[in-house]
């Protein structure tokens, strides 16, 4: 059984940093799209960026220049650093993996809050 186990979440101030992993166990991880999405309170969850296997990234405007997502194969692994943290970030982020219709993957996602 496929699972993606995110972790890194948790209660930052404003300003503040924090790097999201997800680890997958995919036997062929390397040949997965993987991204991060997110789902605030009330709202449809939306991606926040993307990395292909070819190693493409793509993000939302709202979070370029502050987010960097990336992956290391050896570790099976996906990252999302976040910086300049803002309230309106505060929402549920959730690892995507997918490599086709039949291999579409979520993981169970880690809840991010931006407080002071």
């Known amino acids: 059984q496929v699972q993606l186990v995110e972790s890194g979440g948790g209660l930052v101030q404003p300003g503040g940093s924090l790097r999201l992993s997800c680890t997958a166990s995919l036997s062929i991880f390397r040949l997965y799209d993987m991204g991060w999405y997110r789902q605030a309170p009330g709202k449809e969850r939306e991606l926040v960026a993307r990395?292909?296997?070819?190693?493409?990234?793509n993000y939302a405007d709202s979070v370029k220049g502050r987010f960097t997502i990336s992956r290391d194969n050896a570790k099976n692994t996906v990252y999302m650093q976040m910086n300049s943290l803002k309230p309106e970030d505060t929402a549920v982020y959730y690892c995507h993996a997918w490599l086709s219709e039949k291999y579409d993957y979520w993981g169970q996602g880690t809840q991010v809050t931006v407080s002071s």
């Open positions: 990395t292909t296997s070819g190693g493409s990234r």
